[in-house]
């Protein structure tokens, strides 16, 4: 059965790429063909595809490298230029936005189910906060919209997950333990911290001495361009495992050490990402199908009108009026902050830490909950994002054929 799946999802993905430039005419991107072929091939009584993901040997840790490697070229691929550029902004979206964001999501899952553990709520608000521009990708390459924005969304979404990351391993340490067992608690969240500390030790010293090496290796013209790649993705696995070893967490240290080999990667060939870019762009992909019997799932056994209700908040408000509040007195135009506010796609880093949630957490302790309420909320971000990325784009376009002042300092 694994086979056949595997056969069936690379013959999914073999068609959309035939046919990809003919998609894109309808925004149907990979993640969202992926998931409606899953949705398709495990809908139903009795589908022609069905994962058991609780049995599936090894799925957890395969998750796990998934997102390390994500999170990895997310810490890679975030332009340094835009940062200094845009300092103040990112520090306020980061630094202000983002922590409103995550206090808002769990007063919101609070007053929306006052029955669950406040910790379970917490790991829930971890999940359904985290953004992920592949859904809405048309956006970030869309040129009717200010560069400017565009810019400080990549380096939002790049840095953000490896931010929440942490946060999301205090509260499922947290909630792993009975809600009775104060001093578990405790234990549990020292635990996390140490983990936490021996994922930045070992990604900090993998990043470095790979990012040094590989700098003066390529300057003493001792590698191979093809040899770069290969170099490159052997290093979040080396962090990946070097920190699991030590007890940390692995995919913190892949974060950490993609930050941190990051400035020797602007001396080395364009490409030299591009291999570790594209599995992991594979491996989501998968990801994507997987979510997509997830949907089925939610779906044939119904929902609570509750869930779909904090959904909506979730992609909306909760992220909308922090970012607000924390851009006041930027030179950002109001339509500008609206549009910051209004473009958080959540997507594969929901995905990933829904799937770990429901994992770690047994189903009375809120494992399945955190489950349902992250498709739903993705399944929401899809639709409107998705739906209100041409319409953005019109808007901006209109604006600047009537203004003869661009939008910001793009």
Same mark, same amino acid.
């Given at each position: 059965m694994v086979?056949?799946?595997?056969?069936?999802?690379?013959?999914?993905?073999f068609t959309w790429c035939v046919l990809s430039?003919?998609?894109?005419?309808?925004?149907?991107?990979?993640?969202?063909?992926?998931?409606?072929?899953?949705?398709?091939?495990?809908?139903?009584?009795?589908?022609?595809?069905?994962?058991?993901? %609780?049995?599936?040997?090894?799925?957890?840790?395969? @998750?796990? +490298?998934? *997102?390390? /490697?994500?999170?990895?070229?997310?810490?890679t691929e975030v332009p340094a230029g835009v940062i200094r550029r845009e300092r103040s902004v990112v520090a306020r979206l980061l630094g202000a936005a983002l922590p409103l964001t995550l206090g808002a999501a769990f007063l919101v899952a609070l007053a929306f189910f006052p029955d669950r553990? %406040?910790?379970?709520?917490?790991?829930?608000?971890? @999940?359904? +906060?985290? *953004?992920? /521009?592949?859904?809405?990708?048309a956006v970030v390459r869309d040129e009717r919209i200010p560069a400017r924005l565009r810019e400080v969304l990549t380096v939002e979404g790049g840095l953000s997950d490896?931010?929440?990351?942490?946060?999301?391993?205090?509260?499922?340490?947290?909630?792993a333990e009975s809600p009775t067992a104060g001093d578990d608690y405790a234990e549990a969240l020292l635990g996390a911290v140490g983990a936490a500390g021996w994922a930045v030790g070992a990604g900090s010293l993998v990043g470095y001495v790979s990012g040094s090496l590989l700098r003066r290796s390529w300057a003493r013209g001792w590698m191979l361009s093809a040899a770069t790649r290969l170099a490159v993705l052997s290093v979040p696995?080396?962090?990946?495992?070097?920190?699991?070893?030590?007890?940390?967490?692995?995919?913190?240290?892949?974060?950490?050490?993609?930050?941190?080999?990051?400035?020797a990667m602007r001396h080395l060939p364009e490409d030299t990402v591009k291999m570790t870019d594209d599995l992991v762009t594979l491996l989501t992909l998968g990801l994507w199908f997987l979510f997509g019997q997830l949907v089925s799932d939610e779906f044939w056994d119904g929902f609570h009108l509750s869930v779909v209700l904090y959904a909506l908040l979730a992609v909306t408000l909760v992220r909308l009026v922090p970012v607000m509040i924390a851009l006041i007195g930027t030179d950002l135009s109001l339509s500008d902050r609206l549009f910051l506010g209004w473009m958080g796609p959540r997507g594969v880093t929901s995905v990933v830490f829904g799937l770990l949630a429901a994992i770690e957490l047994p189903a009375a302790g809120g494992g399945d909950f955190v489950s349902r309420v992250m498709v739903i909320t993705v399944m929401v971000s899809i639709v409107l994002h998705g739906l209100s990325a041409e319409p953005v784009g019109r808007l901006y376009a209109r604006a600047r054929r009537t203004s003869p002042e661009p939008s910001g300092k793009g």
């Open positions: 086979l056949i799946a595997v056969t069936v999802i690379a013959g999914i993905l430039r003919r998609l894109a005419l309808w925004s149907v991107t990979a993640p969202i063909a992926m998931m409606v072929a899953g949705i398709a091939l495990t809908s139903g009584s009795d589908p022609p595809l069905v994962f058991d993901l %609780g049995d599936m040997a090894g799925f957890e840790h395969a @998750v796990e +490298v998934v *997102l390390a /490697l994500l999170l990895f070229v997310d810490a553990p %406040g910790w379970v709520l917490a790991v829930l608000a971890t @999940v359904v +906060v985290p *953004l992920d /521009l592949a859904p809405a990708a490896g931010i929440v990351s942490p946060v999301f391993l205090l509260c499922v340490a947290a909630a696995i080396a962090a990946y495992t070097l920190s699991t070893a030590l007890g940390g967490n692995g995919f913190v240290a892949s974060f950490v050490a993609g930050v941190c080999i990051a400035p």
